[in-house]
């Protein structure tokens, strides 16, 4: 080792020591070339520089010497491309931002991917497959009713509207005095219509009030229903008195309705939410049931399910009380308990397996079934006729008496 060779080690370590690693690097790479040079000069034979293996050019370098070998052109200046390539890359801060941007905007999602996402039917957290199967059925069904009611909605502006066309054309083709003339018969027509219909309701509304049979609702249960089992009640009460007024309508006989326990409020709310219901030839009354049938305790009778007599044939002395409740299952025995409390009578309508077989469902009835099987029993139906003419055929009934 020579004084040269010593010194250049020296002075190596001072500039590493003072951070001029730029410096070395360029020494380095001089050194690398001259090395280069002088393997070429005795004979091509290579020899392994481990220090310039370990620079942190060598990866780059040892590149530039490749493409330099492929392409034919001096391994030297292939090494310097190979630098300036390496400088460009850590290069400009703008260059590398303007690749970034251009990364995340690749990556980024498009507005319909975002508008196909935001469309998508979200997945219930925590649901069993057979939930989520109701609830898929469930939306199927409310958007198959939208539907529907969306074309009996055209197609009732359809019919009008051809209506009105015709009419046009009809009084177009007239003179004006056939005009006039039609247009009053029209209006007589028309109030004569409304004369009748009127006279109907009235008459109707007199022999509903003036039936023997009588047939007591219990609302004293309004406090413990929630606000949707209060509207459902009024719905079922709607239907009660429908089938009634139909009846009497038709000739047949009706049935007198009595409410029990409804104060000021709930019958507000009810006129205000059942159209018609104010006009309702029915008792409405704030007593409680002892209250408002004193002298008539014996002739009442309970209908629940939990009772063991058989109803087997309708008297127009007794009053049949039915309880106003929509949800059984959450005050299980209640009616059966208060008629209990009050020494009421109790009875049940006749559906045992003897006569009738309920293969799906339940035979506890909603308010409207039970007066409409009252209703079709009144007017001398067979029991199990009049079950099976009422109840729906969700319920799954089947006679069994012939068999």
Same mark, same amino acid.
């Given at each position: 080792?020579?004084?040269?060779?010593?010194?250049?080690?020296?002075?190596?370590?001072?500039?590493?020591?003072?951070?001029?690693?730029?410096?070395?690097?360029?020494?380095?790479?001089?050194?690398?070339?001259?090395?280069?040079?002088?393997?070429?000069?005795?004979?091509?034979?290579?020899?392994?520089?481990?220090?310039?293996?370990?620079?942190?050019?060598?990866?780059?370098?040892?590149?530039?010497?490749?493409?330099?070998?492929?392409?034919?052109?001096?391994?030297?200046?292939?090494?310097?491309?190979?630098?300036?390539?390496?400088?460009?890359?850590?290069?400009?801060?703008?260059?590398?931002?303007?690749?970034?941007?251009?990364?995340?905007?690749?990556?980024?999602?498009?507005?319909?991917? =975002? #508008? /196909?996402?935001?469309? $998508?039917?979200? @997945?219930?957290?925590?649901?069993? !497959?057979? *939930?989520?199967?109701?609830?898929?059925?469930?939306?199927?069904?409310?958007?198959?009713?939208?539907?529907?009611?969306?074309?009996?909605?055209?197609?009732?502006?359809?019919?009008?509207?051809?209506?009105?066309?015709?009419?046009?054309?009809? =009084? #177009? /083709?007239?003179?004006? $005095?056939?005009? @006039?003339?039609?247009?009053?018969? !029209?209006? *007589?027509?028309?109030?004569?219509?409304?004369?009748?219909?009127?006279?109907?309701?009235?008459?109707?509304?007199?022999?509903?009030?003036?039936?023997?049979?009588?047939?007591?609702?219990?609302?004293?249960?309004?406090?413990?229903?929630?606000?949707?089992?209060?509207?459902?009640?009024?719905?079922?009460?709607?239907y009660t008195y429908s089938a009634i007024r139909k009846a009497v309508a038709g000739g047949r006989k009706g049935l007198k309705l009595i409410f029990t326990g409804v104060d000021a409020a709930l019958k507000q709310d009810m006129q205000r939410k059942v159209n018609g219901s104010p006009s309702w030839p029915v008792v409405w009354s704030e007593?409680?049931?002892?209250?408002?049938?004193?002298?008539?305790?014996?002739?009442?009778?309970?209908?629940?399910?939990?009772?063991?007599?058989?109803?087997?044939?309708?008297?127009?002395?007794?009053?049949?009380?039915?309880?106003?409740?929509?949800?059984?299952?959450?005050?299980?025995?209640?009616?059966?308990?208060?008629?209990?409390?009050?020494?009421?009578?109790?009875?049940?309508?006749?559906?045992?397996?003897?006569?009738?077989?309920?293969?799906?469902?339940?035979?506890?009835?909603?308010?409207?079934?039970?007066?409409?099987?009252?209703?079709?029993?009144?007017?001398?139906?067979?029991?199990?006729?009049?079950?099976?003419?009422?109840?729906?055929?969700?319920?799954?009934?089947?006679?069994?008496?012939?068999?």
């Amino acid at each position: 080792m020579t004084k040269d060779t010593i010194d250049h080690g020296d002075e190596s370590k001072r500039k590493t020591a003072s951070g001029d690693t730029g410096v070395l690097e360029e020494e380095s790479m001089s050194q690398n070339r001259s090395r280069g040079a002088e393997s070429a000069a005795g004979g091509g034979e290579k020899q392994e520089d481990l220090p310039s293996r370990c620079h942190p050019l060598n990866g780059a370098e040892s590149e530039a010497k490749t493409n330099g070998r492929q392409a034919g052109s001096n391994p030297h200046k292939a090494i310097e491309i190979s630098a300036a390539e390496k400088i460009s890359e850590a290069g400009e801060p703008e260059q590398r931002a303007g690749a970034d941007a251009g990364l995340q905007r690749v990556n980024r999602p498009s507005d319909g991917d =975002l #508008q /196909s996402e935001k469309h $998508e039917p979200k @997945q219930s957290v925590g649901l069993s !497959k057979n *939930a989520l199967k109701k609830q898929k059925k469930r939306a199927q069904l409310l958007e198959q009713k939208s539907l529907r009611k969306e074309r009996e909605k055209r197609a009732r502006q359809e019919f009008h509207e051809m209506r009105r066309i015709e009419r046009e054309e009809l =009084l #177009q /083709s007239m003179t004006e $005095e056939e005009r @006039q003339t039609y247009r009053a018969g !029209k209006r *007589a027509r028309s109030l004569e219509l409304r004369a009748k219909e009127k006279e109907i309701i009235q008459t109707t509304r007199k022999m509903i009030a003036e039936s023997k049979q009588r047939v007591c609702i219990d609302m004293e249960w309004h406090s413990q229903l929630t606000e949707k089992e209060l509207n459902s009640l009024y719905k079922q009460l709607n239907y009660t008195y429908s089938a009634i007024r139909k009846a009497v309508a038709g000739g047949r006989k009706g049935l007198k309705l009595i409410f029990t326990g409804v104060d000021a409020a709930l019958k507000q709310d009810m006129q205000r939410k059942v159209n018609g219901s104010p006009s309702w030839p029915v008792v409405w009354s704030e007593a409680t049931l002892l209250d408002q049938f004193k002298r008539e305790k014996d002739s009442l009778v309970y209908l629940t399910h939990e009772s063991s007599r058989v109803l087997r044939q309708l008297s127009e002395d007794e009053v049949y009380i039915v309880g106003g409740i929509v949800d059984r299952n959450r005050i299980r025995g209640g009616t059966a308990g208060k008629a209990k409390e009050l020494g009421l009578q109790t009875a049940r309508l006749e559906l045992s397996e003897e006569t009738l077989r309920f293969t799906s469902g339940t035979t506890v009835l909603t308010v409207n079934h039970v007066v409409e099987i009252l209703l079709e029993a009144a007017n001398g139906a067979a029991w199990r006729d009049a079950v099976t003419k009422i109840l729906p055929a969700r319920k799954g009934v089947i006679d069994t008496s012939e068999k």
